[in-house]
RNA sequence: UGCCUGAUGGUGUAAUGGUAGCACGAGUGACUCUGGAUCACUUGGUCGAGGUUCGAAUCCUCGUCGGGCAACCA
């Protein structure tokens, strides 16, 4: 240790882990950390849940815990195995395992026990007022309930109710059963919460094994007591649920987890909302739940993204009970950080023009060495195949360039990438529309590899394909999926789908790739060079190469270009 | 009109009564065979008003503004 070194920059903490923190000094759970990733499997998960993992498996991890992976699964009707298998996928892909799989109607029995025990005690009670009578007795926000005719029911009678409505004697809403708390309490959520609902209605898990099935609330709770959860993290709309969450543990003397909320993730141009999520799937605004703009883990991942950059994002965000709102720059950061170290670079051009090398010998191809990685000696060198025709993409050239664009026009030399120096003579125009359809060059045989012997220098590099090498495929430019920042500021009533950015999926295709892209296969990664990164995607095949935009590389122009126009 | 909860640069996040720091963005420059990457520098903040204290982002009081809550959803 020298006195020149810089302090250890303190590590990342945040207010659950201070939490934590306390309750294994104060020997609260006798120092154990156990927590559990709940997801209700009615859907697909999103970069928000991912959040929540990272969080949950994160903690276990750091404190040499348990984390169990549970699905909710206590609503039958919403509910699908579908959804539980992808989202074992997107938990494992994003690196983590759980210490157990549960699943929240492995407790139905149990639960149904505690259900009677809170009978016994006069704490429940079996209502038969319609959902609209109960809604009516409840109050509003300000004022006060009213007790529903049948809240005195004799414990016998409600056991009697509720065995029956269990051996499915009644009709789905002909009863329920709830908690007997408080009509005239502040928070809602302690006006006799129901508990029990009855749903003639089979279960992914369970088939018809039962027609009543527990809330939420009822069930949540104890699904943690009883797995010995010590730290119960969920997203800040449960925290009017947490007296409701102890008093439901509380009153049968069960061990008691703790309650934390946190805020859940917002992406400016993103949308979270399950709900809206599956309505963009079912009006086919997107191929599926994997489409790439979504901002579902399945979607992400087949945009390319990498779970260590979900990780780092995560790690980045921190968690807060600050309701924010996170720009999606810093996602795209992740990524590009990430990809930057690990993606090879290649040759690609997206949207071509064609150059002809006047001074080149008609037949000559030749092979050029060129580095896949400079980030990363290790990925070596590949040869690519130059020749007389090229091609080069179309906003590499400008006929009258403005002061700051200084890539290719008229009189002009540049770099091709691993290649020679070339300057262009002339252009070729179409006679009827005027249209640029050629660009004539000549290159200088003495800057082989890129260098001029005499050491001049070009202000410019840009990449090229070679036409008759090259290999086409279809190219597809993802933006983001919605063209405002925050789509909460989308006025009460007005269709939400009008924001969607029109402009989220460009279809190239046929984009000119270098040819040692003829091997790639799905899941492939890299960097189309001055592009930005791409990985081939599920639905490429040999003979029909795709590949999906996960992200732009930085771009500096594009920044003039806006500035110059605005 | 009730209850819960929150507020630190443009954005996100640290500080736990003792120099307001970090990341991203933005700006400037260096370097560069990717207008990428990398490096350096700069910009810019404690919601308001009182109070406690030698000292307040932090504690207290009163405001202001934001989010959540009235499914037999989770």
């Not at 920059?9 to 882990?17: D, G, L, S, V, Y």
């Not at 994160?58 to 992976?69: E, F, I, M, S």
């Not at 640029?436 to 003495?446: A, N």
């Amino acid at each position: 240790m020298s006195t020149e070194e810089k302090p250890e920059p303190a590590p990342p903490t945040n207010f659950i882990r201070e939490i934590i923190d306390a309750d294994n000094l104060s020997g609260k759970f006798g120092g154990r950390v156990h927590t559990r990733f709940p997801p209700e499997p009615n859907g697909y998960l999103h970069i928000g849940h991912a959040k929540s993992i990272c969080l949950n498996f994160g903690l276990a991890l750091k404190y040499g815990g348990k984390c169990n992976l549970r699905f909710d699964d206590t609503n039958p009707a919403k509910e699908d195995v579908e959804y539980v298998d992808s989202i074992q996928e997107d938990v494992r892909w994003l690196g983590f395992q759980w210490d157990n799989l549960l699943y929240a109607s492995d407790y139905f029995e149990t639960i149904y026990q505690y259900a009677e025990q809170l009978i016994e005690k006069g704490l429940a009670y079996v209502d038969s007022c319609t959902t609209d009578e109960i809604r009516q007795l409840r109050g509003t926000l300000t004022h006060a309930g009213k007790p529903s005719p049948y809240r005195d029911r004799s414990a016998a009678e409600n056991l009697d109710l509720f065995r029956r409505m269990r051996a499915g004697e009644f009709p789905d809403g002909a009863h329920a059963l709830r908690a007997k708390i408080d009509l005239s309490h502040a928070n809602m959520n302690m006006r006799d919460p129901l508990l029990y609902r009855i749903r003639h209605a089979e279960h992914h898990r369970t088939g018809n094994k039962w027609c009543i099935y527990p809330l939420y609330d009822f069930t949540h709770g104890y699904s943690d007591s009883l797995e010995g959860v010590t730290h119960s993290i969920c997203t800040l709309e449960f925290e009017n649920h947490r007296p409701l969450y102890d008093w439901l543990i509380d009153v049968l003397g069960l061990y008691h987890p703790q309650q934390i909320e946190f805020a859940r993730l917002n992406l400016t141009h993103m949308m979270m909302s399950k709900r809206k999520l599956l309505e963009l799937v079912e009006t086919k605004s997107v191929t599926g739940w994997d489409d790439p703009r979504m901002p579902t883990i399945a979607g992400i991942r087949r945009r390319g993204y990498t779970p260590e950059a979900m990780r780092a994002f995560c790690e980045e965000i921190g968690v807060t009970k600050f309701n924010s709102l996170t720009e999606i720059v810093v996602l795209e950061n992740a990524v590009r950080a990430d990809l930057n170290k690990r993606a090879n670079r290649v040759m690609a051009v997206i949207h071509p023009i064609k150059i002809v090398l006047e001074n080149y010998p008609d037949d000559q191809v030749e092979e050029l060495d060129a580095i896949n990685n400079p980030e990363d000696p290790s990925a070596g060198s590949r040869r690519v195949p130059f020749s007389k025709v090229l091609y080069i993409e179309r906003d590499d050239f400008m006929e009258t360039p403005p002061k700051q664009f200084f890539r290719l026009s008229p009189g002009r030399e540049v770099r091709l990438r691993w290649g020679y120096l070339i300057t262009c003579q002339s252009v070729v125009k179409d006679p009827a529309t005027g249209e640029i359809i050629e660009l004539r060059c000549t290159y200088d045989p003495l800057t082989r590899g890129g260098n001029a012997p005499d050491g001049r220098k070009v202000k410019s590099t840009i990449h090229w394909v070679s036409a008759a090498h090259a290999v086409d495929a279809e190219v597809r430019l993802y933006d983001h999926l919605f063209s405002i920042p925050n789509v909460a500021d989308i006025p009460e009533g007005e269709d939400w789908k009008n924001y969607l950015n029109p402009k989220s999926l460009v279809v190239v295709p046929a984009a000119k790739l270098e040819r040692s892209l003829v091997t790639a296969q799905p899941g492939d990664r890299c960097q189309f060079e001055r592009l930005g990164y791409f990985c081939v995607d599920k639905d490429s095949k040999s003979d029909k190469l795709i590949f999906n935009r996960t992200v732009t590389l930085k771009d500096e122009w594009a920044k003039i270009q806006k500035k110059q126009g605005a």
